[in-house]
């Protein structure tokens, strides 16, 4: 009982701040538009919400704590799908190269604002993901599984930035996506495959920083 309402508590904080740092992120942007007279970067807040969905997905199953094989496979896949829209965020930082030079500072704020709480998302997401794949998956698959949840999510990344797929293209138009990601695999394609190679790196090396100092005594 004092282990359930423990996870609570902790997950109560973790909800709270980060509600705070949203809300910081929307009210950035509204000075933004404000100031600019122009509602450019809109649609961070569409981002923000698809990079919600994959955390909203992993709370809710480490939640129940339901043991269904089938039923925990489906929001799997749910989940992997919708992943990647969280540290897509990060990409925004190319529309810096179309804003007004005047508030050049203020849009740097704004994505970096909105990026942090794609990334946040994404790692509290992962570590949730970790916890439940550990009762699924014997351990000595657990570093194979991160590894490839990394490079997957670099890909989707690209998918989405350079060829312009969203999450449910895999229903919409799953001919075309399934076809460029063939080309992809088994064409040359250098771009694709170094942004994979070096965003997912990024991305690795980023969580398992934080999960070091998360589980440091130095910083508790």
């Known amino acids: 009982m004092e282990t359930i309402k423990s996870h609570i508590l902790n997950r109560f904080k973790i909800l709270s701040l980060l509600t705070i740092s949203m809300a910081l992120s929307i009210i950035l942007l509204m000075i933004r538009m404000k100031l600019n007279q122009s509602f450019y970067l809109l649609f961070l807040v569409w981002n923000l919400f698809l990079a919600i969905i994959p955390f909203a997905i992993t709370s809710g199953l480490i939640s129940t704590k339901n043991n269904n094989k089938l039923i925990f496979l489906f929001f799997f896949i749910i989940w992997l799908l919708f992943l990647p829209n969280a540290p897509y965020i990060v990409t925004d930082l190319l529309h810096l190269t179309r804003t007004n030079q005047n508030f050049l500072w203020l849009d740097i ?41 990394f490079g997957l999510s670099a890909f989707g990344v690209y998918l989405g930035r350079f060829l312009r797929y969203n999450s449910w293209e895999i229903l919409n138009d799953p001919f075309n996506l399934f076809l460029d990601i063939f080309n992809i695999i088994f064409q040359p394609n250098i771009e694709a495959w170094v942004f994979t190679v070096t965003f997912g790196s990024f991305l690795a090396i980023s969580y398992w920083t934080l999960k070091a100092f998360s589980n440091s005594k130095i910083y508790s």
Do not use: R, T
């Open 109 to 149: 704020l704004v994505i970096m604002s909105f990026a942090f709480n794609g990334l946040i998302l994404f790692f509290l997401s992962l570590l949730d993901m970790e916890k439940l794949i550990k009762s699924h998956l014997n351990s000595k698959f657990i570093m194979p599984f991160m590894i490839s949840i």
